[in-house]
Structure formats: C-alpha cells, structure tokens
C-alpha cells in the first residue's frame, strides 16, 4: 500500500499533465483576489494593466521553451485580471452579461525557458458594444 502523500502527489502531477489544471487554478485565484500592486490603479478600460508572470515546468514544451498556447492562457488570465481590476467584470457578472473576444494582436519578441519572468500588457484598443439576444425555442 502506498504511504497516502505518495498517493496525493501521484494524484496532482495526473491532474496537472492529463487536465492542465494549472490554469484553472491560476484563474481562480486571480478571480478571488484583488491583487493590488503599490503604484498601480486602473481607473477605465483605456488604461494599460501590467501582469507579470513567470515561466514554471508546465508551461515548457519539447523545445524547453514556452508553448505558444500555453502563452495565449496566460494572456486570458492577465485580460480576467484586467478585467476585475477596472470593474467591468464585476458589472457584468450583476448584469448577466459576458463577454467575446473578437481577435487578439500577439508579439512574440523572444524565448520564454524555464522560470523566466515576463510581462503581459493589456490594453483595450477598439470596444464595440453589442447587444445579442438568441430566441430559444
């Protein structure tokens, strides 16, 4: 019989490979945070938040650097946390709304390897508000 630490550690690195739930609990708990940095307050959505990073081992792919979808999760956590910081995601939450995104502009400038520290910018460059209704039958 396996000692039981044995057993929970077995159980996160399945979870962690065959789930990728790294994310997940990345993005809760950005969404049960506030993370307030000194210095820094986004008043409106024109403002630019500054998320930073770091690589960890789940994150690598074949080559030992950052997997390209992999980055694109990080940018979805840094766009939440975004989001929560200027109030729109809390609005939208008591409005029963949500939201689409409608393209994203990447610039990958360099490698990311194994615990390399990045930052995610965020910034809001065309808003178009619609409103869509779907008819359920």
Same mark, same amino acid.
């Given at each position: 019989m396996f000692p039981f630490y044995i057993v929970i550690l077995l159980t996160s690195v399945a979870l962690v490979v065959c789930l990728d739930i790294i /994310? =997940? =609990?990345?993005? #809760?708990?950005?969404?049960?945070?506030?993370?307030?940095?000194?210095?820094? /307050?986004?008043?409106? #959505?024109?403002? =630019?938040? #500054?998320? $930073?990073? #770091?690589?960890?081992?789940?994150d690598l792919d074949i080559f030992m650097h950052m997997n390209n979808g992999n980055y694109l999760k990080h940018c979805d956590i840094a766009r939440i946390w975004f989001w929560k910081e200027t109030g729109v995601w809390d609005l939208l939450f008591k409005l029963s709304g949500s939201m689409t995104l409608g393209g994203s502009c990447n610039r990958y400038r360099r490698a990311i390897t194994l615990f390399t520290?990045?930052?995610? $910018?965020?910034? =809001?460059?065309?808003?178009?508000?619609?409103?869509? $209704?779907?008819?359920?039958?």
């Open positions: /994310h =997940v =609990v990345r993005t #809760i708990f950005v969404l049960l945070s506030r993370r307030k940095r000194r210095g820094e /307050h986004l008043n409106s #959505i024109l403002d =630019v938040g #500054i998320s $930073k990073s #770091i690589c960890l081992p789940f520290k990045f930052t995610i $910018k965020t910034r =809001v460059r065309n808003c178009k508000f619609d409103l869509y $209704k779907e008819k359920l039958r």
